[in-house]
């Protein structure tokens, strides 16, 4: 079966803007000479959002039970459904 069309332009937004941040915290960081720098920052960033990505698909859309700090960022994508 193949994925709906809205969640890969939802997921391939989600990895370019992580590509993006990563890639300036990486500018960053190598601009002031610490030890991770663009690429490092890069890679960590996008994984990130795969891994946040694979576990929304593969545990779904479900809203919280309790609030905490732990649970807000996948409430944040939970809020962000496809039309």
């Known amino acids: 079966m193949m994925p709906q069309m809205p969640n890969l332009?939802?997921?391939?937004e989600?990895?370019?803007l992580a590509f993006v941040l990563?890639?300036?915290i990486g500018i960053e960081r190598q601009w002031r000479q610490r030890t991770a720098?663009?690429?490092t920052n890069t890679l960590v960033a996008v994984g990130a959002?795969?891994?946040v990505d694979l576990a929304l698909r593969m545990g779904g859309r479900q809203k919280p039970?309790?609030?905490s700090l732990m649970s807000f960022?996948?409430?944040?994508?939970?809020?962000?459904?496809?039309?």
């Open 22 to 24: 990563g890639a300036l």
């Open 9 to 12: 332009v939802l997921t391939a």
């Open 73 to 83: 960022p996948v409430w944040a994508f939970w809020a962000r459904e496809p039309s």
């Open 37 to 39: 720098g663009l690429r």
């Open 65 to 67: 039970s309790g609030w």
């Open 49 to 51: 959002a795969i891994f």
């Open 14 to 16: 989600d990895l370019l």
